[in-house]
């Protein structure tokens, strides 16, 4: 197994090399067209996945052209928070944590510091006290916005971070009760998970559910239940409530048990074998990345069952959905969707619909890289 895995981090970081000289300066869209990623602007949420992913590379090769390149993408966040390019929602984690936190946990860099903590800073100004949430998007406090979003989970880490080398518990504090909120809404009955939970602006209280990017209201939008493997193998890390080790153990258990065939989940869970509909394999590497967070966190008797889980999707997306040849794809994962269009959900327009998108290409790797070897979380 270990040989399959270090021949595709091989394959994954060629590719990578070989993108270096498209994207330092400018990073890679969100997700590709026709499989190429074209260049962009440092915006949207998605450009710390692009650094993150240097940042593994240089992790697994020690190849020095992937920290020069981490580092000249590490000043652009800087910039970015400073003049507040596109900062104006929550995902400060997913945009500071693997570029800027990785950039100080691996190489002390002072600017990968400033920016990851104007950026916790950025991330609690939309802290809201009635309701205990981090305002996902929007104008603060207006009542259509007033909401939370499951993805979220994942922008907490560099809350606890900001603490951390703060000594400051402020951002803690706020990550603790966002945490507490979203897990006493956010999951179902049966175990499956809303994307978003709105609140009374004026009460705090949970009114409703609703989903932004799954198929309807009361589905499981694949990329969504996966943040929430992700996010409760996380919240656990640095809560250490054993509640949400049991929402964990929930939350996967639906997960696994709506993968198809090839363990690699169709877009929404509500979509099995034969439905027509396309996947996304980036809900499986994150998946696989939330287990391997939390496997050595679960008792001994536990471990097979999801350790084999994560390693049927994992051999999957190595085998049936990792690019093999640049050629094919300037990115590492095909097959994922970022939004698309249903009956019951006129929201979204179809966008990156069977393509690479940057958050699964850099899941992919790092599950490859906590596969391969001892990794310390840039989360
Ligand atoms: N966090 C946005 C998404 O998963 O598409």
């Not at 949207?44 to 920290?67: R, S, V």
Request: hydrophobic share 35%; charged share 20%.
């Amino acid at each position: 197994m270990s040989k399959l895995y270090l021949q595709a981090a091989q394959a994954a970081t060629d590719i990578l090399k070989s993108n270096l000289s498209k994207f330092t300066d400018k990073f890679q869209m969100s997700n590709s067209v026709g499989n190429f990623y074209q260049p962009s602007e440092n915006v949207e949420w998605t450009t710390g996945f692009c650094t993150g992913e240097y940042w593994l590379a240089y992790e697994l090769t020690q190849d020095e052209a992937f920290k020069k390149a981490a580092l000249v993408q590490t000043e652009s966040f800087l910039h970015r928070i400073e003049n507040k390019v596109d900062v104006n929602h929550h995902d400060m984690g997913f945009l500071y944590t693997p570029s800027c936190v990785a950039a100080y946990k691996l190489t002390q860099s002072e600017t990968g510091k400033k920016a990851a903590l104007l950026a916790a800073d950025n991330l609690v100004s939309r802290f809201q006290a009635v309701g205990g949430f981090l305002q996902a998007w929007g104008e603060l406090g207006a009542e259509e916005n007033y909401r939370l979003i499951i993805d979220c989970l994942l922008n907490l880490p560099l809350l606890y971070w900001a603490s951390e080398v703060t000594k400051d518990s402020k951002y803690a504090d706020i990550a603790k009760l966002h945490t507490k909120t979203s897990l006493a809404n956010l999951i179902r009955e049966d175990n499956s998970t809303y994307h978003t939970y709105f609140f009374d602006k004026k009460t705090g209280k949970p009114t409703h559910g609703v989903t932004h990017q799954g198929y309807r209201d009361g589905s499981a939008w694949a990329r969504g239940q996966a943040w929430g493997v992700y996010g409760t193998a996380l919240a656990y890390r640095y809560t250490k409530e054993e509640q949400c080790k049991d929402l964990f153990i929930k939350v996967t258990d639906f997960f696994i048990n709506h993968l198809p065939q090839d363990n690699v989940p169709y877009w929404d869970l509500d979509f099995t074998d034969g439905s027509n509909e396309p996947k996304d394999s980036s809900a499986a590497a994150i998946a696989v990345c939330g287990i391997l967070e939390m496997l050595p966190m679960l008792p001994e008797l536990q471990q097979e069952k999801y350790e084999q889980a994560a390693q049927k999707m994992l051999e999957s997306l190595v085998k049936n959905y990792a690019v093999k040849d640049i050629a094919q794809s300037n990115g590492l994962l095909l097959h994922g969707v970022y939004a698309k269009n249903s009956p019951y959900n006129p929201i979204p327009k179809d966008r990156g619909v069977d393509e690479c998108n940057t958050w699964g290409d850099y899941f992919y790797l790092e599950a490859l890289t906590r596969s391969i070897k001892q990794w310390n979380p840039y989360w």
